[in-house]
């Protein structure tokens, strides 16, 4: 296995993030996992946004969180506290607090229009975000579950955000990774797609990351619904994913639509980004 990044190369660390504490074990069973696998240290964080309705007081919100810290068992070296007051994103955004988050993870609620952990409330407050996000549905199983990890691959070069992303899964747990994509007619597109393709192939060899390349016959099916279903069918514990808003799937965003999968796959969520970071070389 590839040598995890050390922290004095840079102190990065992931969020779990606590919108309302509905689901607490959501979040915390893949912040520990998500955690363990890159090896890095763990951010409890609740935000007191005086818009939604389930308002913690600063001493109730560490409270709970302090409970959920002691029941995780981590060391303090691995494991801190923090809560916030304001508007949760430009928090996000700006809190110096913040700057070294290499991902944060969240459950939503996809049944509650107004509460703080609705997709589309999350969606806002997350869209101007570096740092990746990872949205969950239900607690995390077990590290078999992200031996498989499914992205699509389309012509634009974003695409190979998710990429970078996939092979940390697949240099420090051995998944492999799948990528989809759409068989393209068109010379122009077939040659756009081509190029992101030998990206991925000499990047993915590189690291002798295991992977899979499949093509689909464009088809009134979203690509992001095959990915849902090939997901399932291939056991996959893990959706990788661009957050772009200006993309809409049947009067829904495609994000919102991935995000609340009825399969419950979690989704991990980039915004495209003009400097990519790459973890450790």
């Not at 689901?23 to 363990?36: G, K, N, R």
């Not at 600063?58 to 969180?65: D, F, G, P, R, V």
């Not at 199983?141 to 190979?160: A, C, G, P, Q, Y």
Request: overall charge neutral; proline content about 4%.
């Amino acid at each position: 296995m590839d040598e995890k990044p050390h922290d004095t190369e840079k102190n990065l660390f992931v969020v779990a993030f606590f919108p309302n504490f509905d689901c607490p074990d959501f979040v915390t069973s893949h912040a520990i996992a998500l955690a363990s696998l890159l090896g890095k240290p763990i951010l409890l964080l609740h935000i007191i946004d005086s818009r939604y309705k389930q308002i913690e007081t600063q001493n109730s919100a560490e409270q709970k969180l302090q409970a959920i810290a002691q029941e995780m068992g981590f060391s303090q070296e691995m494991l801190k506290i923090l809560v916030l007051e304001g508007k949760t994103d430009e928090i996000l955004e700006t809190s110096e607090e913040l700057k070294e988050v290499i991902c944060l993870v969240s459950h939503i609620d996809k049944n509650k229009p107004k509460n703080a952990a609705h997709p589309s409330v999350l969606f806002k407050h997350f869209q101007n975000i570096r740092m990746a996000y990872l949205l969950v549905q239900k607690p995390f199983s077990d590290r078999t579950s992200l031996e498989n990890v499914v992205l699509t691959l389309d012509i634009e070069k974003e695409s190979k955000e998710k990429v970078i992303w996939a092979s940390y899964f697949g240099r420090f747990n051995q998944s492999k990774i799948h990528l989809l994509h759409y068989k393209f007619k068109d010379d122009f597109l077939k040659k756009r797609l081509e190029n992101n393709l030998l990206f991925v192939e000499k990047m993915l060899e590189n690291l002798t990351i295991q992977y899979k390349i499949t093509g689909f016959q464009p088809q009134s099916k979203n690509i992001d619904s095959l990915a849902i279903s090939y997901a399932k069918e291939n056991k996959a514990g893990l959706l990788i994913a661009l957050s772009d808003k200006k993309w809409n799937w049947f009067g829904k965003s495609r994000k919102m639509k991935l995000a609340t999968n009825e399969e419950q796959i979690p989704v991990l969520f980039l915004n495209p980004r003009e400097d990519i970071y790459i973890l450790c070389d």
